[in-house]
């Protein structure tokens, strides 16, 4: 039997991917133990081999899933292609990332509404959230970012492909269920609109099955006081993504702390950059998926 740290290394699948397939298509059915942990034995690894090959070589997860599911396939099947003849490429491979990246720009460099709606549509149909967030949607974000500084992409441009990443994933966070008492806040500090990044996270934290309540981004320092003394969450999370949020979510930090919050934790591209956060504030991984694992594992300890 394997834990899925160990599966993770024999198959060559993130540990986060493995707990999607299990989750969204049913694929293996590992054993627990007594702590709850996953174990898997060779035939679930043989599956989940099964799926990476397939997903490889160009089958969507869900084609993948059902073929095995049925019988339908054997691994050294993998290189023949999808069951319908097409023959898309595999989300994994870094030219078709870098592909849909590109055609999201030129989309919104256009201002073309339709085009980088259905760009979207394929980056999101490339595989789980958890398989594109970190690998396409954000890259492909911060690429915008990128060609506004070089002066292809207006304002309006940039804004309006901002605003269509936003609205997917506020309907993956309401999708992803969660809901009920705040185990989780995350949040944006004051004068910090930049929530891409924190709304991502919160979505994969939900979908871990965590409760969490996205408070959006530049929130007062009172407002983040009062909503921590109103639901008293397990942890907080706040984010930040440029040194000019670095000084105020300091400030977050340490009015939650006050607050007797069990787990307090920060994270985005502009946490390095910060040597002076409080002993005990939690530093998370700049993956969304690697953090979201982090804090639910936290969490769940502290529960």
Known sequence: MYTIKQASTRTGLGAPLIRAWERRYGVVSPARTASGYRLYDEAELKVLMQ???LVDSGWTASEAARAIGAGEVAVEEASAGPPDGSHPAPSGAPAYRARLIERFVAAAESTSP???EAVLDEILAAGSFEAVVDDILLPATA???????????????????????????????QAAGAAGRATVLVGLPPASRHEIGALAFAVALRRLGVGVVYLG???????WRDVVRRTRPRAVVVGVVTAADLEAARAVVDAVRVESVELIAVGGAATTLDPALPDGVLVLPSRVVEAAAVVARAVGRRG
Do not use: C, F, I, K
Not at 145 to 167: D, I, P, Q
């Open 217 to 223: 981004p530049d929130l007062p320092v009172d407002a």
């Open 51 to 53: 799926m990476r090959a």
């Open 143 to 173: 690429a915008l970012g990128e060609s506004w500084a070089g002066g292809r992409l207006s304002v309006a441009g940039e804004h309006a492909a901002s605003a269509a990443v936003a609205r997917r994933l506020s309907a993956a966070y």
């Open 114 to 116: 339709a085009e980088t």
